[in-house]
Protein backbone atom coordinates (compact mmCIF):
# COMPACT_ATOMS: atom_id res chain seq x y z
CA UNK A 1 0.00 0.00 0.00
CA UNK A 2 1.12 3.88 -0.31
CA UNK A 3 -0.72 6.56 1.23
CA UNK A 4 0.15 10.11 -0.24
CA UNK A 5 0.13 12.24 2.93
CA UNK A 6 0.96 15.67 4.41
CA UNK A 7 1.85 15.57 7.98
CA UNK A 8 -0.36 18.06 8.62
CA UNK A 9 -3.50 16.80 7.09
CA UNK A 10 -6.42 15.72 9.71
CA UNK A 11 -7.66 13.75 6.61
CA UNK A 12 -4.41 11.98 6.38
CA UNK A 13 -3.80 11.70 9.86
CA UNK A 14 -7.65 9.55 9.87
CA UNK A 15 -6.59 7.08 7.25
CA UNK A 16 -2.90 6.57 8.83
CA UNK A 17 -5.01 5.86 12.21
CA UNK A 18 -6.59 3.24 10.69
CA UNK A 19 -3.97 1.78 8.75
CA UNK A 20 -2.41 1.39 12.36
CA UNK A 21 -5.57 0.06 13.91
CA UNK A 22 -5.26 -2.72 11.54
CA UNK A 23 -2.01 -3.74 11.92
CA UNK A 24 -1.07 -2.88 8.11
CA UNK A 25 2.14 -1.48 6.48
CA UNK A 26 2.11 1.19 3.88
CA UNK A 27 4.92 3.58 2.83
CA UNK A 28 4.06 6.95 2.60
CA UNK A 29 4.76 9.45 -0.66
CA UNK A 30 4.77 12.96 0.84
CA UNK A 31 2.56 15.44 -0.69
CA UNK A 32 3.62 19.02 0.76
CA UNK A 33 0.42 21.37 0.17
CA UNK A 34 2.11 23.94 0.92
CA UNK A 35 5.80 23.76 -0.83
CA UNK A 36 5.73 24.95 -4.75
CA UNK A 37 2.56 26.14 -4.86
CA UNK A 38 1.22 22.98 -3.47
CA UNK A 39 2.16 19.74 -4.41
CA UNK A 40 -1.13 18.38 -4.77
CA UNK A 41 -1.56 20.29 -7.71
CA UNK A 42 1.42 19.08 -9.68
CA UNK A 43 0.15 17.26 -13.01
CA UNK A 44 1.05 13.43 -11.97
CA UNK A 45 -0.58 14.02 -8.64
CA UNK A 46 -3.78 15.64 -10.06
CA UNK A 47 -3.60 11.99 -12.89
CA UNK A 48 -3.82 10.21 -9.70
CA UNK A 49 -6.74 12.23 -8.00
CA UNK A 50 -8.25 14.95 -10.34
CA UNK A 51 -9.91 16.45 -6.84
CA UNK A 52 -6.11 17.60 -5.64
CA UNK A 53 -6.58 16.17 -2.38
CA UNK A 54 -4.98 13.96 -0.05
CA UNK A 55 -4.94 11.49 1.01
CA UNK A 56 -4.90 9.00 -1.30
CA UNK A 57 -4.43 5.16 -0.53
CA UNK A 58 -3.28 2.70 -3.67
CA UNK A 59 -4.02 -0.85 -2.56
CA UNK A 60 -2.66 -2.81 -6.17
CA UNK A 61 -3.80 -1.27 -8.79
CA UNK A 62 -6.70 0.63 -7.27
CA UNK A 63 -6.55 4.21 -6.30
CA UNK A 64 -9.06 5.02 -3.38
CA UNK A 65 -9.44 9.07 -2.17
CA UNK A 66 -11.65 10.63 0.63
CA UNK A 67 -10.78 9.75 4.03
CA UNK A 68 -13.69 8.07 5.38
CA UNK A 69 -14.29 5.94 2.07
CA UNK A 70 -10.53 4.64 2.38
CA UNK A 71 -11.61 3.67 6.36
CA UNK A 72 -14.59 1.87 5.54
CA UNK A 73 -12.82 0.37 2.54
CA UNK A 74 -10.01 -0.94 4.95
CA UNK A 75 -13.29 -1.64 7.83
CA UNK A 76 -14.54 -4.02 4.94
CA UNK A 77 -11.11 -5.83 3.51
CA UNK A 78 -9.66 -5.82 7.14
CA UNK A 79 -12.22 -6.64 9.22
CA UNK A 80 -10.31 -6.94 12.33
CA UNK A 81 -10.56 -5.10 14.70
CA UNK A 82 -14.07 -3.81 13.57
CA UNK A 83 -14.05 0.21 13.26
CA UNK A 84 -17.86 0.17 12.77
CA UNK A 85 -19.95 -2.02 15.26
CA UNK A 86 -22.66 -4.51 14.03
CA UNK A 87 -25.82 -2.58 15.76
CA UNK A 88 -27.34 -0.89 13.21
CA UNK A 89 -28.26 1.84 15.40
CA UNK A 90 -24.37 2.42 17.10
CA UNK A 91 -22.95 2.40 13.65
CA UNK A 92 -25.36 4.74 12.59
CA UNK A 93 -24.23 7.02 15.66
CA UNK A 94 -20.34 6.73 14.97
CA UNK A 95 -20.70 7.53 11.60
CA UNK A 96 -22.81 10.31 12.16
CA UNK A 97 -20.01 11.70 14.48
CA UNK A 98 -17.59 11.12 11.92
CA UNK A 99 -19.73 12.81 9.32
CA UNK A 100 -20.15 15.64 11.43
CA UNK A 101 -16.45 16.41 11.49
CA UNK A 102 -15.89 15.75 7.96
CA UNK A 103 -18.61 17.23 6.18
CA UNK A 104 -19.66 20.58 8.67
CA UNK A 105 -16.39 21.02 10.69
CA UNK A 106 -13.08 20.33 8.87
CA UNK A 107 -14.13 21.46 5.45
CA UNK A 108 -14.78 24.92 6.54
CA UNK A 109 -11.01 25.25 8.12
CA UNK A 110 -8.90 22.73 5.41
CA UNK A 111 -5.46 24.13 3.69
CA UNK A 112 -7.88 25.57 0.32
CA UNK A 113 -10.50 27.41 1.73
CA UNK A 114 -7.95 29.21 4.37
CA UNK A 115 -5.39 29.77 1.47
CA UNK A 116 -8.66 31.45 0.08
CA UNK A 117 -9.38 33.48 2.48
CA UNK A 118 -5.54 35.07 2.35
CA UNK A 119 -5.10 35.06 -1.27
CA UNK A 120 -7.94 36.01 -2.74
CA UNK A 121 -10.20 37.87 0.33
CA UNK A 122 -7.16 39.36 1.30
CA UNK A 123 -7.86 38.57 4.84
CA UNK A 124 -5.04 39.14 7.22
CA UNK A 125 -3.46 36.56 9.10
CA UNK A 126 -5.38 37.07 12.59
CA UNK A 127 -8.55 36.87 10.63
CA UNK A 128 -7.66 34.17 9.15
CA UNK A 129 -7.24 32.47 12.91
CA UNK A 130 -10.21 33.68 14.14
CA UNK A 131 -12.03 32.45 11.42
CA UNK A 132 -10.76 28.93 12.20
CA UNK A 133 -11.28 29.17 15.60
CA UNK A 134 -15.22 30.34 15.24
CA UNK A 135 -16.27 27.49 12.82
CA UNK A 136 -13.61 24.81 14.95
CA UNK A 137 -15.22 25.67 18.61
CA UNK A 138 -18.74 26.18 17.43
CA UNK A 139 -18.49 22.60 15.78
CA UNK A 140 -16.71 20.81 18.09
CA UNK A 141 -19.22 22.25 20.80
CA UNK A 142 -21.76 21.55 19.29
CA UNK A 143 -21.05 17.58 18.69
CA UNK A 144 -20.10 18.11 22.00
CA UNK A 145 -23.64 17.82 23.02
CA UNK A 146 -24.56 15.27 20.41
CA UNK A 147 -21.92 12.38 21.93
CA UNK A 148 -23.34 13.41 25.90
CA UNK A 149 -26.64 13.04 25.09
CA UNK A 150 -26.64 10.22 23.45
CA UNK A 151 -25.17 8.79 26.12
CA UNK A 152 -23.14 5.76 24.50
CA UNK A 153 -19.24 7.28 25.51
CA UNK A 154 -17.07 5.94 27.54
CA UNK A 155 -13.30 6.29 27.45
CA UNK A 156 -14.20 6.36 23.51
CA UNK A 157 -16.95 7.81 21.55
CA UNK A 158 -18.61 4.27 21.94
CA UNK A 159 -17.80 3.07 25.23
CA UNK A 160 -14.82 1.15 25.87
CA UNK A 161 -14.42 0.21 21.81
CA UNK A 162 -12.16 1.99 19.30
CA UNK A 163 -14.29 3.11 16.15
CA UNK A 164 -14.81 5.37 13.29
CA UNK A 165 -15.87 7.89 15.35
CA UNK A 166 -12.69 8.35 16.93
CA UNK A 167 -10.69 8.15 14.11
CA UNK A 168 -12.57 11.37 13.11
CA UNK A 169 -12.05 13.23 16.51
CA UNK A 170 -8.63 12.98 17.44
CA UNK A 171 -6.87 14.78 14.41
CA UNK A 172 -9.86 17.35 14.76
CA UNK A 173 -8.85 17.89 18.90
CA UNK A 174 -5.53 17.64 17.93
CA UNK A 175 -5.40 20.75 15.39
CA UNK A 176 -7.91 22.42 17.46
CA UNK A 177 -5.20 22.45 19.89
CA UNK A 178 -2.49 23.75 17.34
CA UNK A 179 -5.28 26.51 16.37
CA UNK A 180 -5.14 27.02 20.28
CA UNK A 181 -8.78 26.98 20.18
CA UNK A 182 -10.58 27.25 23.67
CA UNK A 183 -11.92 23.87 24.11
CA UNK A 184 -13.52 24.02 27.43
CA UNK A 185 -17.22 23.56 25.56
CA UNK A 186 -16.21 19.96 24.32
CA UNK A 187 -14.85 18.59 27.60
CA UNK A 188 -16.03 14.79 26.54
CA UNK A 189 -14.40 14.98 23.10
CA UNK A 190 -10.86 15.92 24.60
CA UNK A 191 -11.14 13.68 27.33
CA UNK A 192 -11.62 10.92 24.15
CA UNK A 193 -8.59 12.42 22.57
CA UNK A 194 -6.67 11.87 25.44
CA UNK A 195 -7.72 8.41 26.27
CA UNK A 196 -6.68 7.92 22.44
CA UNK A 197 -3.35 9.41 21.68
CA UNK A 198 -2.40 6.54 24.53
CA UNK A 199 -2.66 3.66 21.97
CA UNK A 200 0.35 3.15 19.80
CA UNK A 201 -1.98 3.33 16.57
CA UNK A 202 -2.75 6.54 17.33
CA UNK A 203 0.66 8.07 18.76
CA UNK A 204 2.13 6.67 15.43
CA UNK A 205 -0.35 8.43 13.22
CA UNK A 206 0.19 12.09 14.89
CA UNK A 207 1.60 14.03 12.15
CA UNK A 208 5.17 14.87 14.21
CA UNK A 209 5.65 11.06 14.07
CA UNK A 210 5.51 11.16 10.44
CA UNK A 211 8.91 11.06 7.86
CA UNK A 212 7.96 14.30 6.21
CA UNK A 213 7.25 16.10 9.63
CA UNK A 214 8.71 19.65 9.89
Request: aromatic share 8%.
Amino acid sequence: MKLYSYFRSSAAFRVRIALNLKGLSYETVPIHLLRHGGEQFAEQFVRLNPLSLVPVLEDGGSVLFQSLAIVEYLDERYPQPPLLPSDPLARAYVRAVALTIACDIHPLNNTRVLRYLVRELNVPEPGKDAWYRHWVEMGLGQLEKVVVSSGRSGRFALGDQVTVADVAIVPQVFNARRFECKLESAPTLVAICDHCMQLDAFARAQPSAQPDAE
